[in-house]
């Protein structure tokens, strides 16, 4: 057994095992970020919107990963947007991440220990999310990138020893840091992830110089102030729903029980789960016994790793790592916008594979080298047989929501999930009943009562849409969606002081948000201030809006107050200044049939 057989072995059964996923179209988010993106449709567009956030303006998430859009793009442009080929992708992604953690794990271990935790690696169910899921691929190319860093940097202590010039391999290591990092946010932990490497095979010559470790460091800084810049901070001030109004020891609480979730999760992956929010975790505002059990399981594990520094470079180094890939979404330092999602322990679960790798080595030099490939092959047949089975949930959103319904009714976000679906499909009733549910499991999430309530309304519900919106203005003003929502509302109702408070509200909270600026003009227009509806648009456009939202919605605007021939102007503006994308052309033809129709109607 080589070293390049195991890799070769382990990405095959890497690929082999998601064979199931090929049939898989779009679920969750796939339909956002790939299927409706413009940006995801072509290089050229990809490339244009290499400077924007990774989640389209209309969702107002932020993020910034280019190159997984990037990647979308010539996959939709070489496929003409194919399904198979779109997942066929994140197969051989994962394939490639597979055969680059045996070359990890062979640095550490004999040929067969690095086979066994690459296979474990390839098999493990907590991965399905990252590989089944189009939009894992920012998990597959953030790994990827970081694999390649760290085998790079191996290189850099190699040319080092010798005394041969490293500086190109050193700007490779920093490229594919700033690849990483391009990819998903994970990849913050480069620069930790390359000391414990490097520091982890004292025995052997060579280190990493410290110019290296400062362009790392650099390169991170940059990256950091650039993505603040082009999500305006959105990502920064994500906090998952479960940690409204909770402060840093409620926090803490909540999580130090999701330890035991983690550990079981890494150990025992057969009980999945799309979602971790409430209940399937629970929301504590105290300490609690099981709190205590997660803490002093975690406390374990450092020691263990502290422990094994000296006797085992290679256990040690695998707890350390999974605790470190972890840490940015642990949510022990600081909130993030998940509290727990399986496809963020793709990169942890190298450290499992490190584990797993130690563990055949022992198992080969006590029992010899048949034994032991028959007892890996029986640990990771099931793993791998879960893993088959667990693919085909993620085909689209109704077959994983079904899937999440029976197994865990619990999670409110499971009931928002399936009330979308029912929406969709036409059933209002069965979707109300759904967002009612999953409002009683979890009654302070506003961005799900802003949703419930926007329902309501589409379904003609007036005042229970007012009651499920004022709940949601109660837990958060600042809410730019509920604040628009109330102003529809209170119009509807024939309350136009109160829907032009709201509005006023909505574009206070978000100035540059057309919708926004859409109810302020019609409060403005209903309250009998055609002038003041007028005047939204070019102080909505000086704020910073958007030019063709400006004379799209303005072109409305005019229509409505009579103003005819101005209408015309600034729809011609409007198409002039349009978007190629599908969408941008139907709410123009939308506009359009407003300003020339007969007879003019106030803005909606």
Request: hydrophobic letters at 55%.
């Amino acid at each position: 057994m080589t070293i390049r057989r195991a890799a070769l072995i382990a990405s095959l059964v890497a690929a082999l095992v998601y064979l199931p996923a090929l049939g898989n179209r779009f679920a969750l988010d796939d339909a956002a970020i790939v299927e409706r993106n413009p940006a995801a449709h072509s290089i050229g567009a990809a490339l244009s919107a290499f400077t924007s956030p990774y989640w389209p303006p209309e969702h107002g998430a932020g993020l910034w990963r280019p190159l997984v859009i990037l990647s979308f793009a010539a996959d939709w442009q070489i496929s003409s947007g194919s399904t198979t080929w779109l997942h066929a992708t994140n197969i051989v992604l994962h394939a490639l991440v597979t055969a680059l953690v045996v070359l990890l794990l062979a640095r550490y271990l004999a040929p067969i220990g690095a086979l066994a935790g690459g296979l474990v690696f390839a098999v493990h169910p907590v991965h399905v999310e990252a590989v089944a899921n189009m939009v894992g691929r920012a998990e597959l190319l953030a790994a990827l990138f970081l694999l390649m860093a760290v085998l790079l940097s191996r290189e850099v202590r190699r040319r080092s020893a010798s005394g041969t010039r490293t500086l190109m391999v050193e700007a490779g290591v920093v490229l594919c840091v700033l690849a990483g990092q391009l990819s998903k946010e994970h990849a913050v932990i480069a620069i930790a992830w390359l000391w414990l490497d490097d520091r982890s095979r004292a025995d052997e010559p060579g280190r990493l110089p410290l110019r290296l470790y400062v362009s790392v460091a650099v390169v991170t800084v940059v990256w950091l102030v650039v993505r603040r810049e082009v999500e305006a901070g959105l990502g920064f001030h994500a906090v998952a729903p479960t940690f409204f109004g909770l402060g840093a020891l409620g926090r803490i609480s909540t999580m130090l029980p999701a330890v035991l979730v983690l550990v079981r999760l890494m150990v025992w992956p057969f009980d999945l789960s799309p979602d971790y929010h409430p209940m399937v975790i629970e929301r504590l505002t105290h300490p609690t016994g099981t709190g205590l059990l997660g803490l002093a399981v975690l406390v374990a594990l450092v020691m263990l790793a502290a422990l094994l520094w000296r006797r085992s470079r290679a256990a040690s180094s695998g707890l350390l790592l999974m605790g470190l890939a972890w840490l940015p979404t642990s949510n022990l330092l600081f909130a993030s916008g998940i509290v727990l999602a399986e496809r963020t322990l793709y990169l942890p679960s190298i450290g499992v594979a490190l584990l797993a790798g130690v563990g055949a080595v022992a198992l080969d030099e006590r029992f010899g080298r048949r034994r032991s490939l028959v007892l890996a092959a029986l640990m990771c047949l099931p793993l791998a047989v879960r893993s088959w089975t667990r693919a085909p949930d993620w085909r689209t959103t109704r077959d994983l929501v079904i899937t999440a319904l029976l197994n865990h009714p619990e999670s409110f976000k499971v009931h928002q999930s399936a009330a979308r679906v029912f929406w969709r499909l036409g059933l209002p009733n069965e979707a109300l009943a759904e967002y009612g549910v999953a409002a009683e499991i979890y009654p302070l999430d506003y961005y799900l009562l802003a949703e419930y309530g926007s329902t309501q309304l589409e379904a003609g519900r007036l005042r229970p849409a007012l009651r499920t919106l004022l709940l949601a203005h109660r837990l958060d003003s600042n809410y730019t969606l509920t604040q628009q929502l109330l102003a529809q509302t209170y119009l509807r109702l024939d309350s136009v002081g109160l829907a032009l408070s709201h509005a006023r509200r909505a574009v206070e909270t978000a100035a540059t948000a057309a919708e926004a600026a859409r109810m302020l003009a019609a409060s403005f227009f209903r309250s009998g201030q055609p002038d003041s509806a007028v005047a939204v648009w070019p102080a909505f456009e000086a704020r910073g809006g958007n030019p063709f939202d400006r004379w799209l919605l303005g072109a409305v605007t005019l229509a409505a107050v009579g103003r005819l021939e101005e209408s015309r102007a600034a729809l011609d503006s409007a198409t002039r200044l349009a978007p190629a994308d599908t969408a941008s052309q139907r709410r123009l033809d939308e506009a359009r049939a407003e300003v020339l129709r007969p007879a003019p109607r106030g803005p909606r």
